[in-house]
Structure formats: C-alpha cells, structure tokens
C-alpha cells in the first residue's frame, strides 16, 4: 500500500519561509508526477506546484516566484520550499503523487502564516 508522508508545515510569519516534504513509501516503483495542493477554509483545493518524474515543473500563478518545487527520485520525495510568505498562504497542503497509474494523497500539513 502506497503512503505519502507529509512534513515540515507550522506556524510561520509574513515573509518567512518553510520547506515541506512528501515521501512516498510502500512501493518500489517510481513515483510519475508529484505535487503539491492546499485547501484554506471555506475554499476549493488547488494545485500549488506540480513535477514530472523528468523534474519538469508547473507554478500557480499566486506562488509563482515565491515557491519552488523539487524532487529526490531516489527518494521517492518531493518538496516545496516556500519563500516570501504571505496570510493567504495560509491552508492545509496536501501532497499528491501518482504510481503506476493510480493516485494517492498525504493526509495534510497545515500551513500558518501569521504575526
């Protein structure tokens, strides 16, 4: 049973910076693209960040220039390194990858930007 397991949210102020991480275990199977989604309260899930196996990547256009998105293939991990924090950054980031075919998700890291 493939599981992804998230790290690295809390509680951080405007303009600071927090690295998140997603390992996928229970496979020995790569994983394709990886990424990351938030959903803040009241509010759909969107993607933030998304990467091909090949390290191809796409930004949403609110974090482009502020988050980067990276993956360790022989790892299994990927991880979102959050710069220039702002308020609405502020939600429950969920990592997403797909192996051979079917899609699995993180249980969620909150996110909390705040002075």
């Known amino acids: 049973q493939v599981q992804l397991v998230e790290s690295g949210g809390g509680l951080v102020q405007p303009g600071g910076s927090l690295r998140l991480s997603c390992a996928a275990s229970?496979?020995?199977?790569?994983?394709?693209?990886m990424g990351w989604y938030r959903q803040a309260p009241g509010k759909q899930r969107e993607l933030v960040a998304a990467?091909?196996?090949?390290?191809?990547?796409n930004i949403a256009d609110p974090v482009k220039g502020r988050f980067i998105i990276s993956r360790d293939n022989t790892k299994n991990t990927v991880y979102l390194q959050m710069n220039s924090l702002k308020p609405e950054d502020t939600a429950v980031y969920y990592c997403?990858?797909?192996?051979?075919?079917?899609?699995?998700w993180g249980q969620g890291t909150q996110v909390t930007v705040s002075s």
């Open positions: 997403n990858a797909e192996v051979i075919g079917s899609i699995y």
């Open positions: 229970g496979t020995i199977f790569r994983a394709n693209a």
């Open positions: 990467i091909t196996s090949g390290s191809s990547t």
